[in-house]
């Protein structure tokens, strides 16, 4: 099988941003708002729409 070569040095690139960002920011839910873990079922089950809070750790 044929493939990008870049392909797994772009997957961990990604991988290392997100860890950045997830080191940096605390991601929660608002205050009283309770996780609805329903899907909207399409050609791939997805979950429905959702605020979250960003706030910085440090």
Known sequence: KR????????RFE???????VLQKFQVCLPEGAIPDFEGVLGI????KPFEICIKKRY
């Not at 493939?3 to 772009?10: Q, V, Y």
């Not at 990604?14 to 950045?20: G, H, P, R």
């Open 44 to 47: 791939s089950l997805a979950p």
């Open 3 to 10: 493939s990008c070569p870049g392909e797994a040095f772009a």
């Open 14 to 20: 990604v991988f290392l941003y997100l860890v950045c």
